[in-house]
């Protein structure tokens, strides 16, 4: 194993380890994480988002938080602190790695689900039929 390589336990917390080494667990658990997810297509961005909405809602019900949209945001924050959840959502890759930006969930440092963004129809001027276009959202979420 080389210096740059990880030996990624799945019990370790991300307050015992340096910067580098955190990316690096990330990027483990992400290409872990990946390996399950699918490709769904829609052809208006409305389904998309409640797709979306409901793969956040299925993960959270797989986490034991379930869908309590009626509880106070602070009730919830605290609910997930408890549980150890976390939910983040990345904008910062680009070029070949944009598919990656969207929700990363988490539970106790682990990395759960990932939820990409909407992906919105590619614009090619020889494809004219509106509904030949496709929303996209990547995710290994449990539906």
């Known amino acids: 194993m080389t210096e740059n390589q990880s030996e990624y336990q799945g019990d370790q917390t991300i307050g015992n380890m340096t910067l580098e080494e955190v990316g690096l667990h990330d990027s483990e658990m992400f290409n872990a994480v990946i ?30 938080i379930g869908r309590a949209t009626q509880l106070p945001v602070k009730v919830l924050d ?3 602190r408890q549980k150890g959840i976390v939910i983040e959502h990345r904008k910062h ?3 070949e790695d944009v ?42 979420a449990r539906i």
């Open 99 to 140: 598919w990656k930006n969207g929700i990363y969930i988490y539970k106790k440092d682990i990395m759960v689900s990932f939820i990409s963004d909407i992906f919105a129809p590619t614009q090619n001027p020889i494809l004219v039929n509106p509904v030949m276009e496709q929303w996209i959202v990547f995710t290994n």
């Open 78 to 80: 605290e609910i997930q």
């Open 93 to 95: 890759f680009t070029g």
């Open 35 to 64: 390996k399950n997810a699918k490709r769904y297509t829609f052809v208006d961005p409305n389904t998309a988002i409640k797709f979306v909405s409901g793969c956040i809602g299925a993960t959270l019900d797989y986490l034991g």
